[in-house]
Each structure stands twice: as C-alpha cells, then as structure tokens.
C-alpha cells in the first residue's frame, strides 16, 4: 500500500520541503484517499467535514480554499489510478533516509467500516 500511495501522491508530498511539510500533504492525501474510497453520494460531504476540522485544527490560515481544491483532485486521481482498491488509511507517515530521500509508511485496513468511526470521530 505505500507504494501504491507514493505512486498516487509523490508530487503532492514532494511540495513539502521538510519532513513535517511531507508529512501534512501525505496526511491531506491521504484523507483524499479515505474520501475516494466511500460511495460517490457521501465523499463531497466528506470533504466539507475535512475543511472544517482543518479550520479548527489550524485557526487564522487562510488556505481551506485550496486545500479542498487539492483534495477533489486527490480524489479524482485515486479514482482514475486505483478504482478497485478500497483499501481505507489508517495511518500514514514520513520516515526521512536522507536529507532529500523519504520512505512512505502506511497502514491500512480492508475494512471499510473503519472509515466510517474515523469520520464520525471527526465529526463529533
């Protein structure tokens, strides 16, 4: 699974210039990985939550704009890359080799119902 999601999202990540901006942009792709995976009448929904937890987590930025932007076209990326895997994240992280080298970490589940309590916990 990790490298499936560095295939998807390397020039996401890649913006970031240091481990801690990588790791944002993976957590952001991989949310929009989590969103494609829900049915299509649930994932704009999904999106407007994840907005809405980032404005909280992150008060006085002024990006949500673009960071649901990225987000749609995360997700339509994952659509068009990987339409069959319905493999959920679970957790994601950046482990630095080297200065200008990372290695993708990911655990994930095939079961679905997992993305469900990780949204209705965000939500709550």
């Known amino acids: 699974m990790s490298e ?3 295939e998807y999202a390397s020039d996401y990540i890649n913006m970031g210039e240091t ?9 952001g792709a ?3 990985w989590n969103i494609a995976v829900l049915p299509e009448h649930l994932r704009e929904e999904a999106v407007r939550r994840n907005i809405k937890e980032y404005k909280k987590i992150n008060p006085g930025i002024d990006d949500a704009d ?3 932007d ?3 076209k995360l997700i339509q990326k994952k659509l068009e890359m990987f339409p069959d895997v319905k493999k959920v994240i679970i957790d994601a ?3 630095p080799i080297s200065d200008t080298k990372y290695r993708i970490v990911v655990a994930s589940t095939d079961h679905p119902e ?3 309590q990780m949204l209705t916990k965000t939500s709550s």
Request: hydrophobic share 35%.
């Open 30 to 32: 991989s949310s929009a």
């Open 93 to 95: 992280s950046i482990e």
């Open 66 to 68: 673009n960071l649901a």
């Open 19 to 27: 481990t801690e901006e990588r790791q944002s942009y993976l957590n």
């Open 114 to 116: 997992q993305l469900k």
């Open 70 to 72: 990225d987000l749609r």
């Open 4 to 6: 499936l999601i560095g």
